[in-house]
């Protein structure tokens, strides 16, 4: 008798995955300030760290279209969680060891940059390829699981610091590590699918040359700026429009920003069989319109925080629901078309918070100018979805329709 293999363990796994990234991504921010008193290190040097993670993010993202199916899921998502483990243990070591403690800083960053960046290229189809029904509520609530782990990881550093002091971040360091360690494991024994069989996805070039795949790109942009410009400001927006210290900042401003993302993921995974996912999205960015336009344009402090917090809800679903959309509209794209998919909400990502801070330094530190010229991200994305409603609303279900969806030969 053939034993039934375990899926929900694969579904585990896949949660952690992203609680791992969550650790990557949230937890170096918290000891920058730290860094400059411990290791003498220069603002200037510290505001590469982000930036050092985020292309290297993106690199890894454009490696994956090559390296990913020859390689194997199994393979690279066990590596994922040993490099972030690596990465964040190293960051407790190196600096102390290397002659200069920023390039040990660099070097681990680098290091668990390269299996968040792995982690978002392969944990979305791995679910996809499992036997679920209702794709989109789980792949909303799946990615739900990295607001969770962002909160966590906040609220979790702040206690501990609290209790025993920021001195002692190297042994939080050590906790933050078991997650990716302890999950490694849970990758090598959990099953795992291929997500098409060898020879039924299409090529890169044939991605490529596919008009509704640039679309679906655009959305996966416009998603990621759209959660980014906000969440990386939150801080800093709650800090000046209401006159709060930076721990009251992070904790009202992107800790609840996550909180309100998650619940969002949340209640769309359980609602999802009742919705159209297009409408949902087109709803959530009308909703994201207005809560930047509350945010950038209110003179009112607590409207204005209320715009950034229920911002969260209106970005919940966009980054989950292209990946959901694209799965639908594209169903032999593969694994290619998912690292591009991250690949692109990636871009948005890095390059709408620097956008924001830019345009807010042009005019005199206006934090609200900034906010206010991002709307155009939700706006596209209304606009891409319009497109996507009425240009290609049938879903191809052979590789020869996807085919004659693009230019001819």
């Not at 990621?224 to 990386?232: L, R, T």
Request: proline residues 4%.
């Amino acid at each position: 008798m053939t034993k039934q293999k375990n899926y929900k363990r694969t579904l585990i796994a896949c949660y952690l995955g992203f609680v791992t990234q969550a650790i990557s991504a949230n937890f170096a921010p918290l000891l920058f300030v730290t860094f400059t008193k411990t290791y003498e290190i220069g603002f200037e040097k510290i505001a590469l760290i982000p930036l050092v993670f985020y292309l290297t993010q993106l690199l890894i993202d454009l490696a994956a279209t090559k390296f990913a199916d020859k390689i194997g899921y199994r393979a690279c998502v066990i590596s994922s969680q040993v490099l972030s483990a690596a990465g964040l243990v190293l960051m407790a070591i190196l600096p102390e060891l290397l002659p200069v403690p920023f390039v040990g800083i660099l070097i681990s960053v680098v290091l668990y940059a390269m299996g968040s960046g792995l982690v978002e290229v392969l944990v979305s189809p791995i679910v996809e390829a499992c036997p679920f029904e209702n794709k989109d509520g789980m792949m909303s609530l799946l990615h739900s699981f990295y607001c969770w782990g962002a909160v966590g990881v906040i609220l979790g550093s702040t206690l501990f610091f609290a209790l025993f002091g920021v001195e002692n971040w190297k042994i939080l360091t050590a906790i933050w590590a078991l997650i990716p360690l302890i999950n490694a494991f849970n990758f090598i024994s959990c099953p795992i699918e291929r997500l098409i069989e060898d020879g039924e996805g299409m090529r890169t070039r044939q991605l490529l040359r596919l008009p509704l795949f640039w679309l679906l790109i655009l959305l996966m942009v416009c998603a990621g700026a759209s959660e980014a410009s906000m969440a990386q400001w939150a801080s800093a927006f709650t800090e000046s429009a209401m006159g709060v210290s930076k721990t009251v900042g992070d904790l009202a401003g992107p800790c609840l920003f996550a909180v309100f993302m998650g619940i969002s993921r949340i209640l769309y995974g359980k609602l999802s069989e009742k919705l159209d996912l297009t409408k949902t999205m087109l709803a959530c960015g009308i909703l994201c319109v207005i809560c930047y336009l509350m945010a950038s344009l209110s003179a009112i402090p607590v409207i204005g925080l209320a715009g950034c917090a229920l911002c969260g809800v209106s970005v919940g679903i966009m980054w989950p629901g292209t990946i959901s959309i694209s799965s639908q509209k594209c169903p032999k794209g593969g694994t290619a078309m998912f690292a591009f998919l991250a690949l692109a909400g990636d871009l948005g990502a890095t390059v709408s918070p620097t956008m924001v801070g830019a345009i807010s330094n042009v005019f005199d530190g206006s934090l609200k100018t900034g906010l206010l010229v991002a709307t155009a991200f939700p706006m596209m994305l209304i606009l891409g979805l319009i497109i996507l409603r009425w240009k290609f609303n049938k879903t191809p279900k052979s590789m020869q329709e996807l085919r004659e969806m693009g230019p001819k030969d």
